[in-house]
């Protein structure tokens, strides 16, 4: 084989180094030195194990039974209710303070006091969506195989990626809304799920469960909304993030709305 074949053979390879040394290069300064953020390397580490235990759990499960992990439940939910609350509290605290615009705020890349602030909490929502994979883990243990549907995974794994990128590149800005609006629905959500894994006593009081589903979709569309604005206004953040979050949204929509309509509309026709 001739040398300009080998090259031809090789600048793939050396395309992806390339563009590798490229996503490592040109991430925020500041938040490289943090947890899981300097390589996607890590994450794409534990999405792949993810995936794993998605296809593999059910398997080991089956011939098992239900493991009781009530205690465990009450816990991290709870747990989960007092870490959204904290982001809650940091994405408004911070994003009032440093005066931050709805409808265009570019990224604080400083290290004020505020910009770091912004840009620790936004890492906190990252890790929270990595501590939120073991929400699936417990449907598994608990042989709750029908929770494990296509929208529960897309949601837990695209989430990972997309803060990261977040963090790893515009850490503040215009996607502190997105972090406030969830940190919000993810309280009452992390709510409803501690009270219900409290015991069948607490189920007459969660009436209110197919308005998350609403209130997730109502979150989905003002992110859209908010992200298109800032997509077409004259605004210095980068409008490549802007078209990410727009077309995620959007397959929010679609996936929660047809969820919404399976497990309560269709139901509702099928009893008249």
């Given at each position: 084989m001739t040398r300009t074949a080998?090259?031809?053979?090789?600048?793939p390879w050396q395309r992806l180094q390339t563009l590798y040394q490229w996503i490592l290069d040109n991430g925020d300064k500041?938040?490289?030195?943090?947890?899981?953020?300097?390589?996607p390397?890590?994450?794409?580490c534990i999405f792949l194990c993810y995936l794993i235990i998605v296809w593999l759990g059910p398997k080991l499960m089956a011939n098992k039974q239900p493991v009781n992990i009530k205690a465990i439940l009450i816990v991290y939910n709870f747990a989960m209710v007092c870490l959204s609350g904290y982001m809650f509290y940091e994405f408004t605290a911070t994003s009032w303070l440093a005066n931050y615009s709805l409808m265009c705020q570019p990224v604080d890349y400083s290290n004020s006091p505020l910009g770091i602030r912004m840009a620790k909490v936004c890492w906190w929502f990252y890790f929270s969506k990595v501590i939120e994979l073991s929400d699936t883990v417990f449907?598994?243990?608990?042989?709750?195989?029908?929770?494990?549907?296509?929208l529960h995974v897309y949601h837990h794994c695209t989430m990972i990626f997309n803060w990261w990128a977040g963090v790893k590149y515009v850490a503040g800005g215009?996607?502190?809304?997105?972090?406030?609006?969830?940190?919000?629905?993810?309280?009452v959500?992390?709510?409803?799920y501690g009270?219900?894994?409290?015991?069948?006593h607490m189920h007459p009081y969660l009436w209110w469960k197919r308005y998350l589903t609403s209130l997730q979709l109502i979150q989905f569309f003002i992110v859209t909304l908010h992200t298109t604005y800032n997509l077409f206004a004259d605004c210095n953040f980068p409008d490549?993030?802007?078209?990410?979050?727009?077309?995620?949204?959007?397959?929010?929509?679609a996936l929660f709305s047809n969820f919404y309509y399976q497990s309560y509309l269709a139901k509702k026709t099928k009893r008249a």
């Open positions: 080998v090259s031809k053979v090789a600048s500041r938040t490289d030195p943090w947890l899981l953020v300097y390589s390397v890590p994450i794409t449907f598994i243990l608990r042989k709750k195989n029908s929770q494990l549907t296509f215009q996607s502190f809304l997105i972090g406030l609006i969830n940190c919000l629905v993810h309280v959500m992390y709510l409803y009270l219900a894994a409290c015991g069948p490549y993030m802007n078209m990410v979050v727009v077309a995620y949204a959007l397959s929010l929509i």
